[in-house]
């Protein structure tokens, strides 16, 4: 696939969303599919955080969906799988050597939705996985074939590129945001009891499009409340969300027994700068040493302080940082912290009105 069809142009401009479209399409067009998908992932979970469902899979199977692709985690090419193979496609057909009966995933979501096949593609930077790509094809349709296999891996890498650009480097806008967590309460078996005002404003803002406009469904909640279902420690489970503002949500999910009875507890908050800075550096395409020295840069430390702790040289500190300004666009590591933080929060000190996610809200928003 020529190179110039699958990478969008200026994705650092590019809604994420966009980003997607753009690549799905192009495979399509040469890789023809029935029933197709693209979602964007937390790197850090695999969890969903967002995509494009308009023709995706019909909704009576989607519960099933999540709960084995992130409850039960089953399947030999569910997305953890995926994102450990040295790969970035397959074929769910050929990852079960031809037998498909034994897969779960075929047998509850494929085929009762009438699809004889799938073939996926993570997208795949530097070791991270930022998105995938699902095309079905149905039991009338031609079979997929080996070459289709190969298109669909050829994007993998300069798909996950832009993505994870326009995810990380799109701007972010000034209104004002709820001044609390949302709550969202769910059964035992995952229906929705309980969605607080608040909550339901955040999840308003999760870049997700359906086969319905205005669908109440939010595949991204589902994902993380079918994970913290079968979270045997009763720890909570996260991800972390890009919203249709540029902001960045986290959603927490854990199993709880509020009032005796047994639920699964949401929250969803906006996500503080420092759980986010290795995210963000990440987007800028640095190395893993880049960003650990990176991380220390803006925490403040001096580059004979970073040298000590990591136990080299303060030359080669220097040497990475000087890779990290070129990568990042900036000349120093005062505008290094400036591109992170007014980006993503931009925190003031001097004029305290700010909204509880430390961004700064203008006259117009504080009205």
Not at 98 to 105: F, H, N, P, R, T
Not at 276 to 291: D, S, W
């Amino acid at each position: 696939m020529p190179t110039d069809e699958h990478v969008p142009a200026a994705a650092a401009e590019a809604e994420p969303l966009d980003v997607l479209n753009t690549a799905a399409h192009s495979l399509l067009r040469q890789v023809p599919a029935d029933v197709w998908c693209a979602v964007m992932l937390d790197p850090a979970t695999l969890l969903d955080t967002g995509g494009l469902h308009e023709h995706g899979f019909p909704a009576e199977v989607m519960p099933r969906l999540f709960e084995i692709e992130h409850g039960e985690q089953i399947g030999v090419d569910n997305i953890r799988v995926l994102a450990r193979r040295p790969t970035s496609s397959s074929l769910l057909s050929a990852s079960t050597r031809g037998d498909l009966a034994q897969s779960v995933y075929f047998q509850d979501v494929l085929s009762p939705a009438g699809l004889a096949d799938e073939l996926r593609v993570a997208l795949k930077a530097d070791g991270h996985t930022w998105g995938l790509l699902v095309l079905c094809r149905a039991k009338r349709s031609t079979p997929f074939t080996a070459k289709d296999v190969e298109r669909a891996q050829a994007i993998s890498s300069p798909v996950a590129t832009d993505l994870r650009r326009a995810l990380l480097l799109k701007g972010i806008d000034d209104t004002e945001v709820p001044d609390a967590p949302g709550l969202v309460i769910a059964s035992p078996e995952g229906r929705i009891t309980y969605v607080s005002r608040i909550a339901d404003y955040w999840l308003s803002q999760i870049s997700e499009r359906h086969r319905v406009p205005g669908a109440s469904t939010n595949h991204t909640l589902t994902a993380v409340l079918s994970r913290a279902r079968h979270s045997l420690s009763g720890q909570p489970v996260s991800a972390r969300v890009h919203l249709s503002t540029g902001r960045w949500l986290t959603i927490s999910a854990w199993p709880d027994a509020p009032a005796g009875e047994e639920a699964i507890i949401a929250s969803l908050t906006p996500s503080r700068p420092a759980s986010l800075t290795a995210l963000v550096l990440n987007g800028y395409g640095l190395t893993p040493r880049e960003r650990q020295i990176a991380q220390l840069v803006v925490l403040g430390r001096t580059y004979a302080e970073i040298a000590n702790s990591l136990h080299i040289r303060e030359q080669t500190v220097n040497d990475h940082m000087r890779k990290v300004f070129a990568k990042t666009g900036v000349g120093n590591r005062v505008e290094l912290c400036t591109e992170l933080f007014t980006r993503h929060h931009l925190p003031v000190i001097t004029n305290p009105p700010l909204s509880t996610d430390g961004r700064l809200m203008t006259t117009r928003a504080r009205r």
